[in-house]
C-alpha cells in the first residue's frame, strides 16, 4: 500500500520525498516533510509551500484529504482506495503482502552446531531468526537460500568419538577410565554408546578405531540436529561438510599469500588481519602443518563468496563478534568486498519457570535442550518469543507465560483474534464471500485506520527485512491484534445495518495476522482449543 500511495504522491510532486506513518492515524495515514527541504530552493515558508502543495491534490482518488499542517503534507487514504485494497487481497490472500521477483539474492548460513550433541536453547535462537528471514525474503520475491556448515572434523569430533568409547567401557563394560575435560557428558552420550556396542560389538572399542567411531556418532547427532530443527519448523536447503574443503586450503593459502595477507613466524602462518581492522594478527597454520579452524572458515567463506549471490549473510552466537574482523580480513584479502558478507550476532537466552532458572537437560548434561522447551510450550510460542526482541540483545522470558491461556500470553492474545474473527462469521452465517462486494463506506473512522493497519503488513515486512529487525513482525501483531480487540468491543456486529462492512474488515485483519503468523511459522487458530 505505501508503495502505491508513494508513486501516487510522486506522479504529482514530479520530485523525490519521504514518506513517514504518523503514529496518530487520526490525523494522517502518511505524511511527508517534503516542504521544509524545498524552503531554501524556493525562498518560501514550509507552511507557505505546504500549503501550495496540498491544493494540488484536490479530489484525488486515493486521498480523503490532503492538509497542510506546520509545513507538513499530511494524507488520509480514501475509504473507496482501502476498499479496492481489501477486495483484491481477499480475492488473492495467497498473494497478499507478497513482493515482485527481485534480481538480489542471498545466501545464509546459520545454525551450523557442532555435531556434537543435540541443539540447546542457545541454537535456538539464531535457528528461529534464521528460518523466519528465510520465508520473508522468499515471500517478498528475493532468492534466499539456507546452508547449514557441518563442523565435521577436528578435535571436536575426536573428542565425540572418545566420549562415547569411555561411555562403553564405563557404563558398558564396567571398567575404570579417566575423562578429559572436555568430554562430553549426558544421558545422550550414554545411549549413543549402548546403540554403539549393539552395533559394532566388543571388539571394536579399542583406541585405534575412534576416528570411526567419531564418524559414525557425528552421522547420528546431526540426524538428531536435523529432527530438533524439524520440531521448530525449520527446513534448511543444504549442509555444507567442513571435510569437503580440505583439499581447496593449498590454493587458498596462496591466493592469500600473493595477495600479502598472510606471512610465516615462528613456524606458523598468520593471517594478517590487524591491517583489516583486527586486534591483532591470527595463526592460521599451527607448527606441526595442522590449520587452525580458522584456516578451514576461511575455505568455506572463500566458496560461498565466489558463487553467484549478491550477498551472503551468517548467524553467529554473540561470542562470535571478534571473529568478524577475522573472516572479513580474509574475504578482503582475497578480492572480495567485505561488505557483501553480513554478520547477525545471536545473543544470549536466560529461560526461567515459574521465576526460577530452567533446570538443565539430564540428556545434555549442562545445557537446556531447545526439544525440551518445545515439548513443554509448543514450537509456536518458541518461535514468537525469539522474534519478540531484536536478535543482538539479551532474551530473557519465563516459560510459565506462554502456557498461560489468557491475555498476558501474547501467543494466545492474538491467536484469539483470529478465532473470534472465525466465530463472529460463524456466528453470522456467512463467508468472505458473501462479503467481499462490501463497500466499506459506513465505516467509523475507528474502522478505516483499523482497515489501514492491516493493510499496512507489506510495509512492515519490507521494514523487517530491510532491517533485519524480525521483531516488528510480533510488534504489529500484538498492535493489531489489541486494536481489532478493542474496535470488537466497542461495536456491534452482528445484525447491525453494517454487518457486511464490518465482517469485510475482521476478514482483512484475519488475512493478515494469518499471513504474517506463516511468515513467522507459526499456524494462525481458527478455534482456541483450552
Request: charged residues 25%; contains cysteine; neutral net charge.
Amino acid at each position: 500500500m505505501k508503495s502505491i500511495v508513494f508513486n501516487e504522491i510522486k506522479k504529482i510532486l514530479e520530485c523525490d520525498f519521504v514518506l513517514e506513518n504518523p503514529k496518530d492515524k487520526n490525523l494522517a495515514h502518511f505524511a511527508t516533510p517534503l516542504a521544509f527541504s524545498l524552503a531554501k530552493e524556493l525562498k518560501k515558508s514550509p507552511v507557505l509551500i505546504a500549503n501550495d502543495l496540498a491544493s494540488k491534490f484536490a479530489n484525488h482518488v486515493c486521498f480523503e484529504s490532503v492538509q497542510a499542517v506546520n509545513g507538513y503534507l499530511n494524507f488520509k487514504i480514501s475509504k473507496a482506495f482501502l476498499n479496492k485494497l481489501a477486495t483484491k487481497a481477499l480475492k488473492q490472500p495467497n498473494a497478499f503482502t507478497k513482493g515482485e521477483k527481485k534480481q538480489e539474492s542471498f545466501l545464509l548460513e546459520y545454525v551450523s552446531a557442532n555435531p556434537t550433541g543435540p541443539l540447546h536453547i542457545g541454537h535456538a535462537r539464531g535457528a528461529v531468526f534464521g528460518d523466519t528471514l528465510a520465508r520473508l525474503a522468499r515471500h517478498l520475491g528475493y532468492r534466499f537460500d539456507t546452508e547449514y556448515y557441518v563442523n565435521d572434523a577436528g578435535n571436536q569430533i575426536y573428542l565425540l568419538g572418545l566420549s562415547v568409547l569411555l561411555s562403553v567401557k564405563e557404563n558398558i563394560l564396567k571398567e575404570k577410565v579417566n575423562y578429559p575435560e572436555q568430554y562430553y557428558k549426558g544421558r545422550y552420550i550414554v545411549d549413543l554408546a549402548k546403540e554403539a556396542f549393539e552395533k559394532f560389538g566388543e571388539q571394536f572399542f579399542s583406541q585405534e578405531n575412534i576416528a570411526a567411531l567419531a564418524s559414525w556418532a557425528k552421522d547420528k547427532m546431526l540426524f538428531l540436529i536435523k529432527k530438533n530443527l524439524e520440531q521448530a519448523k525449520i527446513k534448511i536447503d543444504t549442509y555444507a561438510n567442513e571435510s569437503s574443503y580440505y583439499d581447496a586450503l593449498n590454493a587458498t593459502l596462496n591466493s592469500l599469500k600473493e595477495h600479502k595477507g598472510i606471512y610465516e613466524k615462528e613456524g606458523k602462518i598468520w593471517l594478517a588481519s590487524s591491517q583489516k581492522g583486527d586486534e591483532k594478527d591470527r595463526v592460521i597454520i599451527r607448527e606441526d602443518g595442522r590449520g587452525t579452524y580458522l584456516a578451514a572458515d576461511i575455505v568455506y567463506h572463500k566458496d560461498k563468496m565466489s558463487r553467484s549471490y549478491d550477498k551472503c549473510i551468517n548467524i553467529w552466537g554473540a561470542d562470535h563478534h571478534g571473529y568478524i574482523f577475522r573472516i572479513k580480513a580474509a574475504m578482503e584479502f582475497l578480492g572480495f568486498n567485505p561488505d557483501n558478507l553480513e554478520i547477525i550476532l545471536a545473543q544470549m537466552v536466560s529461560l526461567l519457570k515459574d521465576g526460577e532458572p530452567y533446570k538443565m537437560s539430564k540428556r545434555a548434561g549442562n545445557f537446556i535442550l531447545m526439544s525440551d522447551v518445545i515439548e513443554e510450550i509448543g514450537s509456536d510460542a518458541l518461535r514468537y518469543i525469539f522474534l519478540s526482541k531484536k536478535c543482538d540483545t539479551h532474551l530473557e522470558f519465563d516459560i510459565s507465560d506462554l502456557q498461560k491461556q489468557d491475555n498476558s500470553n501474547p501467543v494466545y492474545y492474538i491467536n484469539y483474534a483470529h478465532a473470534r474473527i472465525h466465530q463472529v462469521f460463524a456466528k453470522a452465517g456467512k463467508k468472505i464471500d458473501d462479503v467481499i462486494d462490501a463497500n466499506l463506506q459506513s465505516l467509523n473512522q475507528d474502522g478505516v485506520n483499523l482497515l489501514f493497519e492491516a493493510l499496512n503488513l507489506k510495509t512492515i515486512l519490507n521494514d523487517a527485512f530491510e532491517a533485519r529487525a524480525l521483531q516488528k513482525i510480533p510488534d504489529y501483531l500484538k498492535n493489531l491484534a489489541a486494536s481489532f480487540h478493542k474496535f470488537y468491543n466497542e461495536n456491534k456486529v452482528i445484525g447491525s445495518i453494517n454487518e457486511n462492512d464490518l465482517l469485510k474488515l475482521f476478514a482483512l485483519i484475519a488475512l493478515s495476522i494469518k499471513t504474517a503468523f506463516a511468515l513467522m511459522g507459526i499456524e494462525a487458530k481458527d478455534k482456541m482449543e483450552h
